[in-house]
């Protein structure tokens, strides 16, 4: 089982560019989450889809959409890429929408300048 | 506001000694809380959930407690090793929440 997998591991993006991070998960899990790690801090939650069809913003939603494609698939969009949204991005999944652990994907490093 | 603090941005000890990492908590009335370890470059890695009516719960040489009167946490690893050196972090959740908050992370870096 490859778990949570996200494209691309690396990017930088110019200012006002936009693009899609990827995240898939094998385990049939209901729930995931999008999170942005900055330098010496936790993990800020951006949206999460407790089900299939579903999505709720998190702390920090500005900025970002999501779609939850389908029960595997869940895709972080920048419409227009800010340099405070240089970051690592980390996708997680879990069994129930509460009272269960989550699967961490590997992150994606983004640099927008 | 709500406020979780994991007191120690670093701790370091020797090996062989226990490490005892802290999380404190304002402001929530968490269900339960859980423990990840983190190491350079990767993503998250779950260890250990306790709740709110578990006072204690082991795991090999990994002890979580959680007091919801002082409202925190003790994560302690006996035995340490340096393999143990990485950043733990912990997470609070509410009761049918659906989303854990974060705190920032203490280091352990773990000496021979």
Redesign the interface.
Same mark, same amino acid.
């Given at each position: 089982n490859a778990g949570?997998t996200q494209t691309p591991k690396f990017q930088v993006l110019k200012t006002g560019q936009s693009m899609t991070l990827q995240c898939a998960q094998d385990m049939n899990h209901n729930?995931m989450?999008w &999170?942005r790690q900055d330098p010496?801090?936790?993990?800020?939650?951006i949206y &999460?889809s #407790?089900s299939e069809g579903t999505t709720?913003k998190?702390?920090v939603p500005n900025g970002y959409n999501v779609s939850r494609l389908n029960k595997r698939e869940f895709s972080l969009r920048l419409e227009s890429a800010a340099p405070s949204q240089t970051s690592v991005y /980390?996708c #997680?999944s879990r069994p129930e929408?509460?009272?269960?652990? #989550? /699967? /961490?994907?590997?992150?994606t490093r983004l640099t927008v300048v | 506001s709500q406020k979780i603090e994991q007191n120690s941005e670093a701790l370091n000890i020797q090996e062989g000694k226990t490490a005892t990492l802290t999380c404190n908590y304002t402001n929530y009335s968490p269900a339960y809380l859980q423990w990840y370890r983190q190491d350079p470059g990767r993503g998250p890695v779950f260890l250990l959930l306790i709740r709110e009516n578990e006072k204690e719960k082991r795991k090999e040489r990994l002890k979580v407690t959680f007091d919801t009167t002082l409202k925190q946490s003790l994560f302690h690893i006996t035995a340490s090793q340096p393999a143990d050196s990485a950043t733990y972090l912990c997470a609070l959740e509410h009761t049918n929440a659906g989303k854990s908050t974060f705190g920032d992370g203490t280091t352990l870096t773990v000496k021979p």
């Open positions: 949570v729930s989450y &999170y010496g801090m936790g993990l800020r939650l &999460y #407790a709720d998190g702390e /980390f #997680a929408i509460w009272g269960t652990e #989550a /699967f /961490f994907g590997q992150g | -």
